[in-house]
């Protein structure tokens, strides 16, 4: 698509901050309007369209994206995407160790059980930890804490923690990449640690790396969604 507009520009309302294109305020997919109430969020939002050329590059718009999503979507029906994450939390990754004799256990307990004992600590709950791939159910009390924890959070956020979520398989890392002062790098390293494990083990092939690495910028995207809108 060539480029349409000439000049993106921010108006604040009563409602909020809207990116403006020509005068023109943008609308969600659903035709709602495209409001923030952060103007760091309505920021970045101008920013990817001020950095277009002649021709849109769609792929290009990563928090109008999530922002979209999380207006149309998320603020019409928050629970399903809360009942989403509390699955995750109910099979969390860092909760599944290796065998205890296994160097990956060690390297496992190392970068993920402090996240784990922080995420407790945090929010008043306890995790069973699990060694080999056998369920174990998590405590019903921890995962209601955990629920309510969710039900607190804004559409936006809660959108953002959906894919931090499903891009680390863990509500532990998704949560932990919502505190202040969080390490995107040190997360992402926790919530790659059995793939990258594997590929060092097995070796790399260029297509893995190039996926590892786009989940990695999208990760790192979303907390930086994250922390605007918080």
Not at 24 to 53: D, F, H, Y
Not at 103 to 130: D, F
Not at 194 to 217: H, I, M, S, T, V
């Amino acid at each position: 698509m060539k480029r349409f507009y000439k000049d993106v520009t921010l108006a604040h309302s009563d409602l909020g901050w809207h990116v403006m294109l020509d005068g023109r305020p943008i609308k969600t997919p659903s035709g709602a309007p495209q409001v923030v109430a952060s103007k760091q969020l309505a920021e970045m939002l101008a920013t990817e369209w001020r950095s277009q050329g002649e021709t849109i590059i769609p792929s290009s718009f990563r928090f109008r994206d999530m922002t979209d999503y999380a207006l149309d979507v998320v603020a019409r029906d928050p629970a399903e995407i809360i009942d989403k994450l509390i699955g995750f939390a109910e099979t969390d990754t860092l909760c599944y160790r290796a065998d205890p004799e296994e160097a990956l256990y060690r390297r496992q307990q190392e970068l993920w059980e402090p996240l784990i004992t922080e995420l407790e600590a945090r929010e008043g709950i306890s995790l069973h930890r699990v060694s080999g791939i056998v369920h174990k159910a998590q405590p019903n009390g921890s995962l209601k804490k955990l629920r309510q924890r969710l039900a607190e959070l804004p559409p936006l956020q809660l959108a953002a923690l959906e894919l931090l979520t499903s891009l680390s398989a863990s509500l532990c890392v998704g949560l932990a990449a919502l505190e202040e002062g969080a390490d995107g790098e040190a997360l992402w390293a926790a919530a790659s640690l059995e793939e990258e494990w594997q590929a060092d083990l097995w070796g790399r092939e260029e297509e893995a790396e190039e996926r590892r690495a786009r989940r990695k910028a999208d990760f790192l995207a979303a907390m930086e969604f994250a922390r605007a809108v918080g």
